[in-house]
C-alpha cells in the first residue's frame, strides 16, 4: 500500500447483504470506503451511517456499473471526496431464475450486463489509477453457481463463470504491478437476493451445503476484506470459495 | 507549444515511466526492441502522456506505434501541434 496515503475502498452493490457487509468490514480496517448504490439510497445510507458509528469514513455514491457514463461520474466523485480508488470490490450483482429454454434475452443481457460488463466498467476505470501507484486490490464476488451449474441459473452462474475467467486474465495482465485481482466465490447467504428461492430450493442447497446451515453477509465481507488488504499480495487470480463446503 | 519542446516533454515522460536513461530515448528508439518495454508498460506510458497533456489516444491507434517519434507524433497530431 502506497506509505502515507489513506486508502479508498469503492464497492458495488454495497446498499445490502454482502457489499454492505463489505463496506462495514473494509471501514473497520481504516480504509475510506465508497458505499456503491443503484437502486436503494436509503439502504446506503444505512451503511454509511454504520461505519460512521464504527469510527470508519464512508460515502454513499449511485453508481449503474452498467453504464459507462456512470462508472466514470461515480470513480470521479470518489476521487474528489476520497483520493483514488484502491481496493475495487465489484459485488453489484443481479439474478432471475428461470429455465433456459423460456429465458428472454432481455432477461439474459441484463444479467450479463450488470454481473460480467458491469465488472469490466468499473475495472477498466479502476486499473490506470492503480497502475500508477504500482498497488491495487480488485476483489470480484462471483459464486458457487461458477463452479457448479444450476438448473434455472444459466445467465447467472455463465456470469458469474465469465467473472471468474475475467478475474484470471487481470490478475495474468496487471499482476506483476502490484495489483492483485481474485474472486470469492460464496455459496448459499442470506440476502435479498436469495429471498426469493423456494423453501424447497433452499432445503436442497441445505443438503448440500456440508456446514448444514446457510452463510452470512458477515462470512463472506471478511474474506473480501482479508484479500483486500496488504498483506494479501502474494494471493493473486485465486478463486476463494466461501460455501460451507458446497463446492468441496 | 511548439514541436520541440513536446517531443523533449514526451521523451521525458517515455524515460520515465519505462524507466531507462532519458539518453536512450529518441525518435529512432524503438519501444519493444531498444527500450525493452511489454505492452502494459508501453499502455502504461499512454496513460501517462493522456494525463500530462490533457489529450485521450485509443487503443486502435496505439497499434501502429512502434517508436518514440511516432509516440511523439501522435501526441502531436492530438493537440494540433505542427512540425
Not at chain 1, 195 to 220: D, N, W
Not at chain 2, 48 to 75: R, S, Y
Request: some cysteine.
Amino acid at each position: 500500500m502506497p506509505e502515507g496515503e489513506r486508502t479508498v475502498a469503492l464497492v458495488t452493490g454495497a446498499s445490502r447483504g454482502i457489499g454492505s457487509a463489505t463496506c462495514l468490514a473494509l471501514a473497520r480496517t481504516g480504509l475510506a470506503v465508497a458505499v456503491g448504490y443503484r437502486s436503494d439510497p436509503e439502504g446506503a445510507e444505512e451503511t454509511v451511517a454504520k461505519a460512521r458509528a464504527d469510527g470508519g469514513t464512508a460515502i454513499a455514491v449511485s453508481i449503474d456499473v452498467r453504464d459507462e457514463v456512470s462508472v466514470d461520474g461515480a470513480f470521479g466523485r470518489v476521487e474528489a471526496e476520497l483520493g483514488r480508488v484502491r481496493v475495487l470490490v465489484n459485488n453489484a450483482g443481479y439474478t432471475r431464475d428461470g429455465l433456459a429454454v423460456k429465458y428472454a434475452t432481455e432477461q439474459w443481457d441484463a444479467t450479463v450486463e450488470t454481473n460480467l460488463t458491469g465488472a469490466f466498467l468499473c475495472t477498466r476505470r479502476a486499473l490506470p489509477g492503480m497502475l500508477k501507484a504500482r498497488w491495487g486490490r480488485i476483489v470480484n464476488v462471483a459464486s458457487a453457481a461458477a463452479l457448479r451449474g444450476n438448473a434455472g441459473q444459466a445467465a447467472y452462474s455463465a456470469s458469474k463463470a465469465g467473472l471468474v475467467g475475467l478475474t484470471k486474465s487481470l490478475a495474468r495482465e496487471v499482476g506483476g504491478r502490484g495489483i492483485t485481482v481474485n474472486a470469492v466465490c460464496p455459496g448459499f447467504v442470506h440476502t435479498r437476493m436469495t429471498e426469493p428461492q423456494s423453501e424447497e430450493s433452499r432445503q436442497r442447497y441445505l443438503e448440500m451445503t456440508p456446514a448444514g446451515r446457510f452463510g452470512t453477509p458477515e462470512e463472506v465481507a471478511s474474506v473480501i476484506a482479508c484479500l483486500a488488504g496488504p498483506e494479501a499480495g502474494y494471493v493473486n487470480g485465486a478463486v476463494v470459495s466461501v460455501d460451507g463446503g458446497l463446492t468441496a | 507549444m511548439d514541436m520541440p519542446e513536446l517531443e523533449s516533454k514526451v521523451c521525458k515522460i517515455l524515460a520515465e515511466n519505462l524507466s531507462v536513461p532519458e539518453s536512450q530515448v529518441t525518435p529512432k528508439a524503438r519501444f519493444q526492441e531498444d527500450l525493452d518495454a511489454d505492452s502494459l508498460d508501453l499502455v502504461e506510458a499512454v496513460l501517462a502522456l493522456e494525463e500530462e497533456f490533457g489529450v485521450t489516444i485509443p487503443e486502435e491507434e496505439m497499434e501502429g506505434v512502434q517508436t518514440v517519434g511516432q509516440a511523439v507524433q501522435l501526441v502531436a497530431s492530438k493537440m494540433g501541434v505542427g512540425a
